[in-house]
Nanobody
Framework: VQLQASGGGSVQSGGSLRLSCTISGRTGSSYTVGWFRQAPEKDREFVAGITFSPWGGGNTRYADSVKDRFTISRDNTKSTVSLQMNSLKSEDTARYYC????????????????WGQGTQVTVSS
């Protein structure tokens, strides 16, 4: 499985960015795609996740710090997962990664098996 994240950039506080994650390869029929971020000298943290399954999927989960500001969505036909980020704050500055977890029945914050290279988001105040 290969993942490619894109859409990062520099924006002022209060602005918006939309990240995209394109997934290729054999993921299995049920899996979860998560977005994570890592700021300098900080641990990587879960941001949001969305499920894929033959029965629909589409369940989402968000970190408290981004709830009501970020929205994760998916395009099944294009195997793409997007992260719409609004009302950005300086503390959102980090490198953002998308990753695939082999289970699609729940959204875990750990156990992701495949990772992309990430895209940088910088929010200036």
């Amino acid at each position: 499985v290969q993942l490619q994240a894109s859409g990062g950039g520099s924006v002022q506080s209060g602005g918006s960015l939309r990240l995209s994650c394109t997934i290729s390869g054999r993921t299995g029929s049920s899996y979860t795609v998560g977005w994570f971020r890592q700021a300098p000298e900080k641990d990587r943290e879960f941001v949001a996740g969305i499920t894929f399954s033959p029965w629909g999927g589409g369940n989402t989960r968000y970190a408290d710090s981004v709830k009501d500001r970020f929205t994760i969505s998916r395009d099944n036909t294009k195997s793409t997962v997007s992260l719409q980020m609004n009302s950005l704050k300086s503390e959102d500055t980090a490198r953002y990664y998308c990753a695939v977890h082999p289970a699609g029945n729940l959204i875990s914050t750990t156990g992701y098996r495949y990772w992309g290279q990430g895209t940088q988001v910088t929010v200036s105040s």
